[in-house]
C-alpha cells in the first residue's frame, strides 16, 4: 500500500564491492549506484518510494532491478516487480512489544501510524491489548501474578494522540483479551476454563462477561451467557453486528464459532450461535473479521501461543472461513507458500515455515484489498535473520535466562499482507506479506491490532473520509499550502467518493464501487502482470 515508509532493499550472496538499482513504472525511472561497504542493504529514499508508489497504477508493474559487482565481475541484474495498491493504509496500528529500547528494555504497548517510525503509547507490564475499530479505547491487563493479571485498564486513545484513564477494575481477566464493541463502549470478556489450553498467562475458572469500559460493571447478557461460558480469544466484526470466538464450551481449542449480536437492544442481544470451523487436532483462535463481516481470518497451530514457555518452537499458520460454514481458504500466499506449495521465503520451509500467527485486519478496506497484520517469526531479510546484523537472528524462540524469557527473540515481529475483496471466487485471494516498516528491530513484537484513528468532528482537518466522525472529508478552501480539507457534514443530494459514508453501493459516486462496512470501496483492479 502507499502512505509507509520507503523499504529496504537487502541483497543475499557474497558481498559486493558496488550495486547498481534501478527502479522503473509508468512516468517514474530512479537509477543509483552503491559503493562499499553498504551494497547488501540499500535503503531507498523516502522521495523516491513516494514517487514510486504515487506513479504506479493499478495496471502498472513496478520494475525493480540489480546487478552487482563481486570481485570484478557483474552479475544479474536479476528484477522483481511489484504492484501497489492504490490507496493508503489507514489508521493506527497497536502492539505488544517485550524489550523496548523506546521502553527502556520494558514492555510496552507501541503505535505506529503509516509512514512514522513506533512510540510509546503505555509503558510497563501493559499488556494482552484489546483496540476498538474506531480506535477511541483500548483495554488491558496490567500487572501479572503466576498465572493471571492482577487489574484490567480501560484506556481512551484521544484523536491528539493522548490517552485518558477510563476505568481501571481489580480483577485482571475482565478486560484483558476482551472484545470491544466497535465503539469502545463494552468489552466481552475472555472466558478461561479450568482445564486446557489457554493463551499464557491466564487461567480460570473465569466465565464470559459483557461489561461496561467505563464503569467496569457487568451488563446482563442472558442471551449470551445462557448458551456460552467460555469465550477465548473473542473478536467483534467492525460494524459491531457479528462476534467470533474460540469456543471452549465444545471443545479444547478446537472450535471456532460465531454469534450475530445487537447492541441497541435492552438487554444486548447474542444469537444465531453457530460453529463455523472444527479442526481435529489444531487450535483455531484469534479471529478477526475482514469488514465485510461475512468471513474471518484466524490462526490455526499448535496452541494459543506463538512459542512454548522459556522458549521453544509452537508452530501456526493464518486462514480464511466464511461466517457461514464455508471451506477454508489456507491463504498460502500470504503464509510464505506458492501455488505448488513450495517455500518462497528466502531461507526456506525449515527456517520459516508455519510461523505466523494472531492475524487482525484493518476495519476498512484500502486500495481494492482487505489488510492483514499478523506475528511472524520469519526471517527479515539479511537483517534479523541467521547471520543477520541483528544479533540473534537465529534464534526464532527466544533465550531462557533463569526463570524467565529474557531476551524474546527478535524474529517476532508484525507484518502486513493484502487479501483480494473478492476473496469468495478464489483459491487462494491472499498476496505475499511484507514486513511493516517502523518498528524497533531488537525488541520481540506481537499481537497487533489495527484500528482507525479517534474520529473528528466537523470543521477538523482530514486527508480522508475515515478520519471524520460524519464520515464526509471535503475541500472547505485553499491556503498557501494548496487545498484545505475538513470534515463536513453529510452533503444534501451529493454522491459519496470512495472511503465516504454509504448504506448501500448505490450512494457512491462510482459505480463500480462497493459499500464495505458503510464506507464505498473500490474493487480489487486487474493487476500487472508480474513475472
Known amino acids: 500500500p502507499r502512505g509507509l515508509l520507503a523499504p529496504s532493499l537487502q541483497f543475499g ?61 557483474a552479475t544479474g541484474p536479476i528484477e522483481e516487480q511489484w504492484a501497489i495498491a492504490q490507496g493508503s493504509l489507514k489508521g493506527v496500528i497497536y502492539y505488544n512489544t517485550y524489550r523496548s529500547l523506546l521502553a527502556g528494555s520494558d514492555g510496552a504497548v507501541m503505535r505506529i501510524r503509516p509512514g512514522q517510525n513506533a512510540e510509546v503509547l503505555q509503558k510497563g507490564c501493559t499488556v494482552c491489548h484489546s483496540v476498538s475499530s474506531h480506535g477511541n479505547v483500548l483495554v488491558a491487563g496490567v500487572d501479572w501474578d503466576e498465572s493471571n493479571p492482577i487489574d484490567s485498564e480501560a484506556l481512551s486513545l484521544l484523536a491528539d494522540g493522548t490517552t485518558k484513564p477510563l476505568r481501571i477494575v481489580p480483577e485482571g481477566r475482565t478486560f484483558a483479551l476482551g472484545a470491544l464493541t466497535p465503539d469502545g463502549k463494552r468489552v466481552l470478556s475472555m472466558g478461561a476454563p479450568s482445564t486446557g489450553p489457554l493463551p499464557r498467562g491466564f487461567s480460570g475458572p473465569f466465565a464470559s462477561q459483557l461489561v461496561d469500559t467505563k464503569t467496569g460493571t457487568a451488563i446482563a447478557a442472558p442471551s449470551f451467557t445462557d448458551q456460552v461460558t467460555y469465550a477465548v480469544t473473542p473478536n467483534f466484526s467492525p460494524d459491531g453486528a457479528h462476534l467470533a470466538f474460540n469456543n471452549r464450551d465444545v471443545s479444547a481449542g478446537h472450535t471456532l464459532s460465531v454469534m450475530d449480536y445487537d447492541g441497541s437492544s435492552t438487554p444486548p442481544t447474542f444469537s444465531n450461535l453457530r460453529d463455523v470451523l472444527t479442526s481435529p487436532s489444531k487450535v483455531v483462535a484469534w479471529p478477526s473479521f475482514l469488514p465485510d463481516g461475512n468471513a474471518v481470518v484466524f490462526h490455526e497451530g499448535d496452541a494459543f501461543d506463538t512459542s512454548v514457555y522459556q522458549g521453544g518452537p509452537l508452530y501456526a499458520d493464518v486462514h480464511l472461513v466464511g461466517t457461514d460454514s464455508s471451506a477454508p481458504k489456507q491463504l498460502n500466499t500470504l503464509n ?131 478520519e471524520c466522525c460524519n464520515g464526509f472529508c471535503r475541500q472547505t478552501g485553499r491556503d498557501d499550502n494548496g487545498p484545505v480539507l475538513q470534515c463536513v457534514p453529510p452533503p444534501a443530494n451529493a454522491c459519496s467518493n470512495e472511503e465516504e459514508a454509504c448504506a448501500t453501493a448505490s450512494d457512491c459516486c462510482d459505480k463500480t464501487e462497493l459499500c464495505i462496512n458503510k464506507r464505498c470501496a473500490s474493487p480489487t483492479p486487474e493487476e500487472p502482470p508480474i513475472h
Not at 407 to 412: G, M
Open 13 to 73: 550472496g557474497a558481498v559486493a564491492s558496488a550495486t547498481y538499482i534501478k527502479i522503473s513504472t509508468t512516468n517514474f525511472s530512479y537509477t543509483a549506484f552503491a559503493a562499499a561497504p553498504t551494497p547488501t542493504r540499500i535503503a531507498l529514499p523516502e522521495d523516491v518510494w513516494r514517487g514510486v508508489t504515487e506513479s504506479a497504477g493499478a495496471s502498472d508493474a513496478v520494475k525493480v532491478q540489480v546487478t552487482e559487482l563481486v570481485n570484478g565481475v
Open 336 to 466: 510464505g507458500y506458492d501455488v505448488n506449495g513450495a517455500s518462497y521465503l528466502p531461507y526456506g520451509d525449515a527456517e520459516e515455515g508455519h510461523l505466523d500467527y494472531e492475524p487482525s485486519v484493518l476495519p476498512v478496506p484500502v486500495g481494492g484489498y482487505y489488510w492483514v497484520l499478523f506475528t511472524s517469526r520469519r526471517s527479515y531479510g539479511n537483517t534479523i535473520a541467521p547471520d543477520g546484523t541483528v544479533p540473534r537472528g537465529n534464534d526464532k524462540w527466544g533465550k531462557p535466562q533463569g526463570d524467565e524469557v529474557e531476551s524474546p527473540s527478535p524474529r517476532k515481529k508484525i507484518w502486513l499482507a493484502p487479501i483480494d475483496l473478492n476473496y469468495k471466487g478464489e483459491i487462494d485471494p491472499s498476496h505475499p506479506a511484507i514486513y511493516l516498516p517502523g518498528q524497533e528491530l531488537e525488541s520481540g513484537n506481537m499481537r497487533a491490532f489495527a484500528a482507525l484513528e479517534p474520529c473528528r468532528a466537523d470543521g477538523g482537518s482530514c486527508e480522508s473520509a475515515s
